[in-house]
Nanobody
Framework: QVQLVESGGGLVQAGGSLRLSCAASGRTFSMYVMGWFRQAPGKEREFVATINSSGGSAYYADSVKGRFTISRDNAKNTVYLQMNSLKPGDTAVYYC???????????????WGQGTQVTVSS
């Protein structure tokens, strides 16, 4: 089993940037599709971005396309989410997840991190 630990969350003003990191344990990280999801208070967990095992393909939610970039470094067992032009509506707990399917559904991911809070002030 792979364990995931997110970091990099915090408080930022609208228009600012944050870079989230998700470090994975284990030697099989490069086999997995990795994704980022987020959950705001009172809302369901929603898809943000996903990247295939090699890092050669990524897909984004329409709400973040052009502002967020997902990437991975398989040598460091880490996946990143660069978030630019942040909006108050991006405020949520952000989770990284890993699994075998390149999918926007959280049900396709087998293991999850504990989450990191991102708060964007207006």
């Amino acid at each position: 089993q792979v364990q995931l630990v997110e970091s990099g969350g915090g408080l930022v003003q609208a228009g600012g940037s944050l870079r989230l990191s998700c470090a994975a344990s284990g030697r099989t990280f490069s086999m997995y599709v990795m994704g980022w999801f987020r959950q705001a208070p009172g809302k369901e967990r929603e898809f943000v971005a996903t990247i295939n095992s090699s890092g050669g393909s990524a897909y984004y939610a329409d709400s973040v396309k052009g502002r967020f970039t997902i990437s991975r470094d398989n040598a460091k067992n880490t996946v990143y989410l660069q978030m630019n032009s942040l909006k108050p509506g991006d405020t949520a707990v952000y989770y990284c997840a890993g699994g075998g399917r390149y999918s926007v559904s959280p049900n396709s991911y087998d293991f999850w991190g504990q989450g990191t809070q991102v708060t964007v002030s207006s």
